[in-house]
């Protein structure tokens, strides 16, 4: 493994760091309840693509891919300092990626410079399938699990807590049901006493067939996460949303913007 072999002080990237996606694998099977309407398979079946089948996109290496011309010729074609984002249309710990998953480590390890950030539903996977110098978790990756409901919080929650990461990030979304994250604030407390989770997002179901959100899980939610001092994102509030007793549809451009005009964040 090498590891920012290209940058030193006196050659840093000229250009403004980015936000990129890096899909290095397309395809993937239903985990649980919240890949019921998951917008990869809906895209592919559009286009009579059968989205089970797992295969390597033709970006795999996108993260170490040099320019070949111009003024930034033998530059990283993605800056330095860049935010990547991976696998939106797969899991990262997919089973049939195993063979992958080596070299896209590599990959990350190279462009330590970047930071990268990884979503699964597969947290019993994860330990198994670490780099060896994985250690106590790379700063610059970070890996964060689904829990759309209170049965996956019980499930996933336990195994991902007790993995060795810089920092545990969840995601309640689709947000399907109230989820009480108490036990595991207080359950799993890092060194220093404090909550080994560090942020939380939530956010409701988008699409066609979208499930209800109530708002009131978002609430207990947030308000769990503000008096432990943990992180707090309300990405979107779904198509559907129930606040006040009264149900809400919520057009696809309105679902980010009044998710933060909530004033919930604290990211
Ligand atoms: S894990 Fe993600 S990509 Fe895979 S089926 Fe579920 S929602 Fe879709």
């Known amino acids: 493994m090498k590891q920012l072999s290209f940058f030193t002080e006196e050659n840093m990237d000229p250009r403004p760091p980015m936000s990129a996606n890096w899909n290095l694998w397309h395809g993937c099977t239903k985990a649980s309840a ?11 079946e559009s286009i009579g693509k059968d989205p089970s089948v797992v295969q390597k996109t033709e970006n795999f ?10 003024k930034n010729k033998g530059l990283y074609k993605i800056p330095q300092g ?13 089973p049939v990626a195993d063979d992958w998953r080596e070299e896209a480590w590599d990959m990350m390890y190279e462009r330590s410079d970047c930071s990268f950030f990884i979503i699964t539903k597969r947290p019993e996977r994860i330990a198994e399938h670490l780099p060896e110098n994985w250690g106590k978790g790379w700063e610059h990756v970070t890996i964060a699990v689904t ?16 993995l060795p990461l810089f920092k545990h990030s969840v995601m309640i979304e689709p947000m399907l049901t109230a989820v009480d994250l108490q036990p595991y604030i207080e359950g799993y407390r890092a060194e220093d006493g404090s909550p080994v989770i560090k942020h939380v997002s939530v956010g409701g179901e988008s699409g066609p067939e979208a499930r209800a959100c109530d708002y009131t899980w978002v609430e207990a939610v947030h308000k769990q996460c503000i008096e432990n001092g943990i992180s707090f994102y309300y990405h979107q509030t779904g198509a559907i949303l129930i606040k006040d007793g009264k149900l809400y549809n919520i057009p696809r451009k309105q679902q980010h913007i009044q998710a933060h005009r909530a004033g919930l964040d604290t990211t």
């Open 34 to 44: 919240g890949c019921l309407h998951c917008y990869m398979y809906r895209r592919d």
């Open 61 to 70: 290496d996108l993260p170490v891919r040099i320019l070949k011309s111009g």
């Open 82 to 94: 860049s935010h990547i984002w991976t696998c939106f249309s797969s899991d990262f710990f997919h």
């Open 147 to 162: 829990c759309e409901n209170q049965e996956m919080a019980d499930l996933r929650l336990p195994v991902y807590l007790s």
